[in-house]
């Protein structure tokens, strides 16, 4: 399938998905089939790119496979801690993506200190709000995603190419979406939350997809 009307496709599955999970739309079972849907038309981009870098290629379908595990599990009230750790996965998953082609991990620093910083601000700012025995998996997770977001960056310093970009972009987004998501969570109720935490984690996931080179 052409880009273009994958992403028309995706794009289309990602407002349903949002407007239904808002409230906007009330039409049952909606929610239950456009979620899981988008991170599926995003693995189907992924699917068809980067066969000349397969182990890179590889390892973002696996990233991609976790996170739609991650996405069902999130849809379940007592899903949280199983949508956590299927997303430690994944980002440890695009972790290993970001070192394939020649770049070793932390093979620039500054990155790693800035979402060092940020992730220190970020669990300073929940922590009262963390339920104890959920502390341990999120200090855990937030790690993973600092690590995977910096790497990305990392990457993009390295490489200097526009789909290295792509990628600490989508590393980028993907922080800024789990850090609404926390916000939301543990500290206090965001307006229109699901319109800000799924644009953004689907943006990320598009991001990272995009970054696998064409055929």
Do not use: E
């Not at 956590?84 to 620039?108: C, D, N, Q, S």
């Not at 700012?125 to 960056?153: E, S, T």
């Not at 990628?167 to 850090?179: H, K, P, R």
């Not at 609404?180 to 800000?196: C, V, Y």
């Amino acid at each position: 399938m052409p880009t273009r009307a994958l992403f028309a496709l995706f794009l289309a599955s990602a407002v349903l998905a949002i407007t239904s999970a808002s409230g906007w739309v009330d039409l049952p079972g909606l929610y239950w089939l456009a979620k899981p849907l988008t991170t599926l038309l995003v693995i189907g981009l992924a699917a068809g790119r980067g066969r000349s870098q397969p182990a890179l290629r590889r390892a973002v379908l696996v990233g991609l496979g976790l996170s739609l595990l991650g996405d069902v599990a999130l849809m379940f009230p007592q899903g949280f801690l199983a949508g956590l750790v299927a997303f430690l996965l994944a980002h440890l998953a695009y972790l290993v993506a970001f070192t394939r082609g020649g770049v070793r991990f932390m093979a620039r620093r500054a990155p790693f200190a800035a979402y060092a910083l940020l992730a220190a601000l970020i669990l300073a700012g929940l922590w009262p709000g963390v339920p104890a025995g959920l502390r341990a998996p999120v200090v855990a997770y937030v790690l993973c995603l600092a690590a995977m977001a910096a790497q990305a960056a990392a990457r993009w310093q390295v490489l200097g190419d526009g789909l290295s970009r792509q990628a600490a972009l989508g590393g980028l987004l993907f922080m800024s979406s789990d850090a609404l998501l926390a916000i939301n969570r543990f500290h206090s109720p965001l307006p229109a939350s699901a319109l800000w935490v799924l644009a953004t984690y689907w943006a990320a996931q598009w991001l990272i997809a995009s970054a696998l080179p064409r055929r």
